[in-house]
């Protein structure tokens, strides 16, 4: 069965630092571009970054670029997310996705990601 399982997330204070694991299981991600998607209550799913599998080439949201970084090891079939100087703004549920496809031109939409994970809480508070 193929599933993205999140780990990671947690309590972190304003200007804290957190990274975000994303493991694969029952396909490999060596050809899915992987995609990272947070949502906070009472807002829709926003995509913050995504990283194709044939060149490691990136996408980033305005809104954490030049904090998150995407990485991903296919030897491990796993994907990470670095992310720093968080904000309370930055609290959400966060979800790992794979959308099929060794390199995509522009991030995917949300539509057409393939699998996702059941994600991980960050909650950035004081």
């Known amino acids: 069965q193929a599933q993205l399982v999140e780990s990671g997330g947690g309590l972190v204070q304003p200007g804290g630092s957190l990274s975000l694991s994303c493991a694969a299981s029952?396909?490999?991600?060596?050809?899915?571009?992987i995609g990272w998607f947070r949502q906070a209550p009472g807002k829709e799913r926003e995509g913050i970054a995504c990283?194709?599998?044939?060149?490691?080439?990136?996408f980033y949201a305005d809104s954490v670029k030049g904090r998150f970084t995407i990485s991903r090891d296919n030897a491990k079939n796993t994907a990470s997310l670095q992310m720093n100087s968080l904000n309370p703004e930055d609290t959400a549920m966060y979800y790992c996705?794979?959308?099929?496809?060794?390199?995509?031109?522009?991030?995917?939409?949300?539509?057409?990601?393939?699998?996702w994970g059941q994600g991980t809480q960050v909650t950035v508070s004081s």
């Open positions: 990283i194709n599998s044939d060149d490691g080439s990136t």
């Open positions: 029952g396909f490999t991600l060596d050809f899915y571009a």
């Open positions: 996705a794979a959308a099929y496809g060794n390199h995509w031109y522009e991030s995917p939409r949300i539509d057409e990601y393939d699998y």
